[in-house]
């Protein structure tokens, strides 16, 4: 979802950063890479035991939450060229589904308001799934549920670390840049089956 569909990472880039600063710790030089493959609640329960805060990872969820949520609910956009897609896919019948890192409170809102919910089966996160997305383990979990084989399924993700673990179940990949993930391109389009720069590429693909 974030980064793929939704146009919602620059929101996450900074929030770790951005919520230590809040609790009077400057942020380690490492904080980005060591937590770019986490869940919240993964991060929450890094930040305790690192940073030694003075609250409890469900309190630290509570507080990150509230500092994106407004933003999931009523302002992030989606990237160009989805729904255009979307509509193509569901017309021929596609059987798609959302598998996110990010918490049911902040995709299924979003992903409502935005008009994409109504052209998923459904919505799984990491949180659910209890596997990060990093992992090959996950992506059979959503193919599992998903119902459709193997060979004719196909993952869109923009991160690196999420297409490895694709790529490792795998399934075919398509890479969907993001400026989140910029350092990355060059991997992502040789690991990638497809790598596109904006799904608005999509109508030039006979789908």
């Given at each position: 979802?974030?980064?793929?569909?939704?146009?919602?990472?620059?929101?996450?880039?900074?929030?770790?950063?951005?919520?230590?600063?809040?609790?009077?710790?400057?942020?380690?030089?490492?904080?980005?890479?060591?937590?770019?493959?986490?869940?919240?609640?993964?991060?929450?329960?890094?930040?305790?035991?690192?940073?030694?805060?003075?609250?409890?990872?469900?309190?630290?969820?509570?507080?990150?939450?509230?500092?994106?949520?407004?933003?999931?609910?009523?302002?992030?956009?989606?990237?160009?060229?989805?729904?255009?897609l979307?509509?193509?896919?569901?017309?021929?019948?596609?059987?798609?589904?959302?598998?996110?890192?990010?918490?049911?409170?902040?995709?299924?809102?979003?992903?409502?308001?935005?008009?994409?919910?109504?052209?998923?089966?459904?919505?799984?996160?990491?949180?659910?799934?209890?596997?990060?997305?990093?992992?090959?383990?996950?992506?059979?979990?959503?193919?599992?549920?998903?119902?459709?084989?193997?060979?004719?399924?196909?993952?869109?993700?923009?991160?690196?670390?999420?297409?490895?673990?694709?790529?490792?179940?795998?399934?075919?990949?398509?890479?969907?840049?993001?400026?989140?993930?910029?350092k990355?391109?060059?991997?992502?389009?040789?690991?990638?089956?497809?790598?596109?720069?904006?799904l608005?590429?999509?109508?030039?693909?006979?789908?």
């Open positions: 979802m974030d980064g793929t569909l939704l146009d919602s990472m620059g929101v996450w880039e900074n929030i770790g950063e951005d919520y230590l600063r809040r609790c009077g710790i400057e942020p380690p030089e490492d904080l980005t890479e060591s937590i770019k493959a986490m869940t919240l609640p993964q991060c929450a329960r890094y930040f305790c035991q690192r940073f030694s805060l003075p609250h409890t990872p469900e309190e630290i969820i509570a507080q990150v939450g509230e500092m994106v949520g407004d933003l999931y609910r009523s302002q992030l956009p989606l990237k160009a060229g989805v729904l255009p979307l509509e193509k896919l569901h017309s021929q019948g596609v059987a798609m589904c959302v598998a996110t890192a990010s918490g049911r409170d902040l995709a299924l809102p979003a992903l409502e308001r935005t008009g994409v919910l109504k052209y998923m089966q459904f919505v799984l996160t990491v949180d659910e799934v209890g596997i990060r997305k990093d992992t090959p383990e996950f992506f059979r979990k959503v193919l599992e549920r998903l119902g459709t084989p193997l060979e004719k399924t196909v993952v869109f993700e923009d991160a690196l670390h999420a297409i490895e673990g694709a790529k490792a179940a795998g399934f075919s990949v398509v890479g969907v840049y993001d400026s989140s993930m910029e990355y391109q060059a991997q992502i389009a040789s690991l990638a089956d497809r790598y596109f720069t904006s608005e590429e999509w109508k030039e693909v006979d789908l």
